[in-house]
């Protein structure tokens, strides 16, 4: 049976949660695999609209056992927050399960991310300040706490107490910051073990089990290719790997369970934060396209950035994920605008061209796009379910973005409901 990965091919909020939601629908196993509640995934499900930010889309259908993975780095008080917004709404977390592995956010994650980020002053790299990168950074010091120490006090309070007078240390005495009770917060997290605690098993073995079963299985991702810390646009990026490679190392199965790996983008670009945007719009098309389509953030409420589509950063996309087949979100955003673009290449500050991803922030920096020009559209396309349904101008917009970025398109979103979606 297929294990689907669902990968962002932008620098985010491409609408994966729409596409994650679709196959979700059809999946007995979902299964999230990195990043944080920095990241969310919006769900519109019959008319009801979710906002999904570490719980795996599949929540939603109570018969899918939802599984988070060890390359997850979890915050306890913000993750039973979500779990009782879903309850209160009929929604069931029973079929919830967390790896042992998972490493969790603690207070002073948040409070260094936010005290780091304005030591940075104008160098700031635009997070959301909710302590993931701080958390990743213990992951890899081996000073972290993880979900299994959640859920034994004993281990809970003598860790808190060692690395805790670490982080108080260097709160107060590198950035002059308030130091934390290190027993209040031993308490508070200790009854979020307690809550949690029913939720714990062993995540890489659920998910062998499944494929052993021949289930159909989806692994879902936060952020997207751009945001990699290896191969996006870095220092500008988040601190895990949203790479369909990453699912394998985040959720503890081997490549050879994977059968097919889609890409999500939109029609146009958006990315949130700072950083480089070659094909970025700072004009009235950009604050239409941001209006009409609702960019704005899903965690933080920020408004997105927006621009035309750049196949260079997708192209990019597909070779580093090894895409099967890519999904196209909000092309029905782009009517009324007039003449669309692709980017199809850059124009280096040398005058050389090129149609390849820089590897470094320095090369992208005063990198032109090169455009091809497309005739726009005015119809409404919301009800189109058949690529020959859409007008003559969309058609010829979809099949030159397969040329450009060597992936066939199989899905194409044209309204904001699950059920607003063309299948190829």
């Known amino acids: 049976m297929p294990a689907n990965i669902v990968v962002g091919t932008q620098w985010g909020d491409e609408g994966k949660g729409k596409i994650i939601d679709i196959l979700a629908s059809r999946a007995d196993v979902v299964v999230r695999s ?10 519109v499900n019959n008319g009801e609209v979710y906002k999904l930010h570490l719980v795996p889309s599949g929540i939603l259908y109570k018969n899918t056992l939802c599984l988070i993975g060890a390359g997850v780095v979890l915050d306890p008080k913000d993750f039973t927050g979500e779990l009782r917004e879903l309850e209160s709404r009929g929604i069931s977390t029973d079929n919830l399960k967390i790896d042992p592995r998972a490493q969790i956010v603690m207070p002073w994650h948040i409070a260094l991310d936010g005290l780091s980020e304005s030591f940075r002053g104008s160098k700031d790299i635009g997070t959301t300040k909710r302590g993931i990168g701080p958390a990743y950074c213990d992951k890899y010091e081996r000073c972290g706490i993880r979900m299994y120490d959640l859920v034994h006090p004993d281990i809970l309070a003598e860790k808190i107490q060692s690395t805790g007078t670490l982080k108080n240390k260097i709160i107060t005495e590198v950035y002059g910051g308030e130091p934390f009770d290190l027993d209040a917060v031993t308490k508070e997290y200790t009854e979020y073990g307690k809550i949690l605690a ?16 021949g289930k159909t299985i989806m692994f879902e991702g936060a952020q997207a290719t ?102 196209i979100n909000k ?72 040329e450009l970025v060597g992936c066939h398109v199989g899905m194409i979103g044209v309204g904001p409901d699950r059920t607003q979606v063309i299948e190829r």
């Open 34 to 43: 990195q990043g944080g509640n920095n990241a969310g995934h919006t769900v």
């Open 198 to 213: 029913p939720h714990m098993d062993d995540v890489s073995v659920l998910t062998f089990n499944a494929h052993k079963e």
């Open 226 to 327: 751009l945001l990699d810390i290896d191969f996006g646009t870095y220092p500008y990026v988040t601190s895990s790997h949203p790479l369909s490679a990453g699912v394998c190392v985040g959720t503890g199965v081997g490549p050879k369970v994977i059968t097919n790996i889609i890409g999500v983008a939109k029609a146009y670009t958006t990315r949130v934060g700072k950083g480089p945007f070659p094909t970025e719009l700072d004009d009235e098309i950009g604050d239409r396209i941001r209006n009409t389509g609702g960019e704005f953030g899903t965690t933080t409420g920020r408004p997105r950035r927006t621009g035309w589509f750049d196949a260079v950063i997708v192209r990019h996309s597909v070779r580093v994920n090894g895409l099967d087949s890519l999904a």
């Open 331 to 402: 092309l029905d955003t782009l009517a009324n605008i007039g003449t669309l673009k692709i980017c199809v290449a850059y124009k280096k500050p040398d005058g050389t061209v090129t149609e390849h991803f820089p590897p470094a922030l320095e090369e992208l920096d005063g990198c032109e796009p090169i455009y091809e020009e497309f005739e726009g559209f005015t119809e409404d396309i919301s009800d189109c379910r058949t690529f020959e349904e859409l007008p003559e101008s969309c058609q010829k917009y979809i099949l030159r973005l397969e």
